[in-house]
């Protein structure tokens, strides 16, 4: 599995590292210098790659994506911040008969826990005692915030039919990798849910999990779908 990464910051280089335990290799690696306006993803640089996977900017993603596209290369993005364009973005892979995989987060823990979350909130959801909160903390160099897990918790909470207010709060600080924490509270007792990431090595894992899995693949999947499936 030859692997292009687009976007080589700390993620990049941990995916890197990690890739050979997956039977992958990365023979690509692109960044805000050698890829200014995409210039670095042309039809020879790709040439022999099989999957591209994508961690970098809110306001990268968008055209890293389409372009990829454009280039037929299955891609696995772990960028957030983009979702409001994913319908453009998915027109773009179906167009051109490829695949992607995107998620709010690639840890493989964080979607066991949104299924905690759902079915916590699905069993509160007619506890009209109950109120809701949601909180994460992610490091200070982290540009969207609330998270996209964040959201896509309360999503879930949503979805499982909990349709009270849920306080969100999100905070940046230090080099703190994330926790997501969702809790509801009552005058008799209170429940908290929690999820903390020790390292960003789950997030590579599942991603590297997830560029396995899209070969062969044709359509726009999220990341809960390589595990679960659909």
Same mark, same amino acid.
């Given at each position: 599995?030859?692997?292009?990464?687009?976007?080589?910051?700390?993620?990049?280089?941990? *995916?890197?590292?990690?890739?050979?335990?997956?039977?992958?290799?990365?023979?690509?690696?692109?960044?805000?210098?050698?890829?200014?306006?995409?210039?670095?993803?042309?039809?020879?640089?790709? %040439?022999? *790659?099989?999957?591209?996977?994508?961690? %970098?900017?809110?306001?990268?993603?968008?055209?890293?994506?389409?372009?990829?596209?454009?280039?037929?290369?299955?891609?696995?993005?772990? !960028?957030?911040?983009?979702?409001?364009?994913?319908?453009?973005?998915?027109?773009?892979?179906?167009?051109?008969?490829?695949?992607?995989?995107?998620?709010?987060?690639?840890? *493989?823990? =964080?979607?066991?826990?949104?299924?905690?979350?759902?079915?916590?909130?699905?069993?509160?959801?007619?506890?009209?005692?109950?109120?809701?909160?949601?909180?994460?903390?992610?490091?200070?160099?982290?540009?969207?915030?609330?998270?996209? !897990?964040?959201?896509?918790?309360?999503?879930?909470?949503?979805?499982?039919?909990? %349709?009270?207010? =849920?306080?969100? $709060?999100? %905070?940046?600080?230090?080099?703190?990798?994330?926790?997501?924490? *969702?809790?509801?509270?009552?005058?008799?007792?209170?429940?908290?849910?929690?999820? !903390?990431?020790? $390292?960003?090595?789950?997030?590579?894992?599942?991603?590297?999990?997830?560029?396995?899995?899209?070969?062969?693949?044709?359509?726009?999947?999220?990341?809960?779908?390589?595990?679960?499936?659909?």
């Amino acid at each position: 599995m030859k692997i292009a990464l687009v976007g080589y910051g700390k993620m990049g280089k941990l *995916i890197e590292q990690l890739a050979p335990q997956y039977g992958g290799e990365v023979t690509l690696r692109l960044d805000e210098f050698n890829n200014v306006d995409g210039a670095g993803m042309t039809p020879e640089a790709f %040439s022999n *790659i099989d999957v591209a996977i994508e961690f %970098s900017m809110p306001e990268a993603a968008v055209p890293n994506l389409e372009r990829l596209a454009a280039l037929g290369i299955p891609a696995v993005c772990g !960028t957030t911040g983009w979702y409001k364009h994913l319908d453009r973005v998915a027109a773009a892979v179906n167009r051109n008969n490829t695949a992607l995989v995107y998620g709010a987060n690639f840890s *493989i823990g =964080v979607n066991v826990f949104e299924r905690v979350v759902a079915q916590a909130a699905a069993l509160l959801k007619d506890e009209a005692a109950y109120e809701a909160w949601a909180w994460e903390i992610h490091h200070s160099a982290k540009k969207d915030a609330p998270s996209g !897990t964040l959201l896509k918790l309360v999503d879930a909470m949503r979805e499982a039919g909990y %349709s009270r207010k =849920v306080d969100e $709060s999100a %905070s940046r600080a230090g080099a703190h990798p994330g926790t997501h924490e *969702i809790g509801f509270d009552s005058a008799a007792d209170t429940i908290t849910l929690r999820h !903390t990431a020790r $390292s960003r090595e789950g997030f590579a894992r599942g991603a590297l999990k997830a560029a396995q899995w899209v070969a062969g693949k044709k359509g726009v999947y999220e990341f809960r779908e390589v595990l679960f499936g659909r």
